[in-house]
């Protein structure tokens, strides 16, 4: 698979981000709608499909509701002994289309812990980066406006949204960080200086 960059990442998961935003609109903290939105990203590795349905909600009852039952369960999977104020958790198991309980959570906590984890230090890092979508928000406006007048010269993209991304860090990888292994054949030696010579020109 060919190497994803920020900007593959960024529109890759814009529902996520969209959700986030919803979620960050209704008056919820930046750090509670993120680790809500984790969950349910968590709950799609699974194939438990709900952020599209989230995307698509409208209604303002819900929107808290679901928020709530979400830090519920993040609250639930804090704590040693598994208790949450909230047994049950009807708006995520309506839209889950699945059984789903703070028992299944707490059952599954190491798991959903460490998937958390992997999300937040992984794509997290980018997905939920107010700087970098502010700067695909910008190059997408000035690319639709030129397209629009059909303008022959196309923006360029921002430098930092074409960084590689590194799943192995978690965050993106500048080209002159990578390292390369080359061979050579003993058949044909080499000199140091030729190949110093070779990779300076």
Known sequence: MAPLSVKDILLFHKIDRIVYEKFV???TE???ARNAVALFMWLEQLGIDMIFQIMQIINPTVIFTLIAEAD???HCLRQDDGQSSYTEIPTINSLAKNSLDINFFNFHKDVI?????QILDGIGRIVFDDHLYELLRAYEFEEAAARA???AVRPAVPLVLTTLYDPASGVPSSEDARSMFITFSKGIP???DEIWEHFTE
């Open 113 to 117: 812990v460490r998937g958390l984890a």
């Open 30 to 32: 930046s750090g509670t």
């Open 149 to 151: 007048n059909s303008s």
């Open 190 to 192: 080499i000199k140091r």
């Open 72 to 74: 519920a369960v993040l």
């Open 25 to 27: 609109a209704h008056g």
